[in-house]
């Protein structure tokens, strides 16, 4: 070979490698998207539902992985950005009865929203940063009850939809809708998160003042990685009204930021696996807890039953699993 053969193939190997980092993430999108469709077809009309709730999760706690995982930024009100994106989606929806259009506004009100509060959580830090988020979904439930003429208070509204196409279930076409708007979310973030977003992500994670001196804009990673998240969680919010089809404030109280915090930490954090595995326990544990509440006999222990559940799922696994359940599948692999 000679020194200009040699030349061009060094210089074709990076090139190759970039093309890998770009074509990667879309295969197991693909996969995903294969999997989900032959699950709808055959799993009954309920377990489609459970399926699509999962999608619909997914779409929040893999923007919150984002946030709190890769960028160290703790938000206790991601269950208020949710609410946000459903009722932008149930108003929208009920005036013009355009589901794109619904999604859109859904996921551009709840972007803005995090522009407001990214701002504001750019100068904090730590529990300062966690007392600010949650203010953030305390206030918001309490905004349908001041308009209540326009959110109709504690009654929520209905949202109308138009019918799925065809003689499809409504249960199939509400996973493959969920499904689809999580896998779209699941692509952009991981395209992302492995370019110099990603890495000025990590880098005012571990170290602001290292992160500024090497160039990094802090303030403007934080606020960026807030809307990313809040986007996610706009359309969560859009995706979670087609499910109930339906939008009230007692559907996004308070716990269920605590829900999607302990999802994701116990799913393990900065890794979209670990947001996968905690959108399943989003749904799985709750299922279960019922289960027992009503095998009970108890409704006060059916209540409350969900979240001591959780709490016990995260000691076990930050005692087992540190770096939650997506670390037990790299730790084997190193083991190899």
């Known amino acids: 070979m000679t020194d200009v053969e040699e030349k061009r193939a060094a210089a074709a190997v990076p090139e190759i490698v970039r093309r890998r980092k770009r074509i990667w ?3 197991p999108i693909v996969i995903g998207a294969l999997l989900v469709v032959l699950l709808t077809y055959t ?4 377990r489609n539902y459970q399926l699509a709730t999962i999608g619909a999760y997914f779409t929040v706690t893999a923007g919150l992985t984002v946030l709190t995982g890769l960028n ?3 938000s206790l009100g991601h269950g208020a950005l949710m609410a946000t994106g459903a009722y932008t989606f149930a108003l929208t929806q009920n005036r013009w009865l355009h589901t794109p259009v619904s999604f859109v506004a859904a996921i551009l009100v709840t972007t803005l929203a995090g522009v407001v509060i990214g701002l504001a959580a750019a100068r904090l830090r730590g529990p300062y940063l966690a007392g600010l988020t949650l203010a953030v979904a305390v206030v918001v439930p309490s905004v349908t009850s001041t308009f209540d003429e326009t959110f109709n208070s504690d009654m929520g509204l209905s949202v109308a939809l138009d019918p799925p196409p065809g003689t499809i279930p409504m249960e199939r076409w509400q996973a493959w809708l969920c499904w689809t708007g999580a896998l779209v979310t699941v692509l952009s973030l991981a395209t992302l998160v492995r370019g110099r977003f990603g890495r000025d992500l990590r880098a005012v994670r571990d170290d602001e003042t290292a992160a500024r001196l090497a160039g990094v804009d802090v303030a403007r990673t934080k606020v ?3 809307v990313v998240s809040a986007a996610c969680a706009g359309l969560a919010g859009a995706l979670f009204a087609v499910l109930a089809q339906s939008v009230s404030p ?5 716990t269920l930021s605590l829900f999607l915090v302990m999802a994701i930490v116990i799913g393990g954090l900065g890794r979209l696996v670990g947001a996968l595995l905690g ?8 299922a279960l807890a019922q289960s027992a509440g009503e095998s009970s006999g108890s409704q006060h222990l059916e209540g409350n039953l969900a979240l001591v559940v959780f709490g ?4 076990v696994v930050m005692l087992a699993a540190p770096g939650g359940l997506a670390s037990i599948r790299f730790n084997l692999w190193r083991k190899r």
């Open 250 to 254: 007692g559907a996004f109280p308070l």
């Open 43 to 46: 799993l009954p009309p309920f």
């Open 72 to 74: 160290g930024q703790l």
């Open 312 to 315: 016990v799922v995260l000691v």
């Open 224 to 226: 960026l990685a807030f």
């Open 25 to 27: 993430p879309v295969v």
């Open 279 to 286: 959108a399943v326990l989003l749904v799985a544990l709750p």
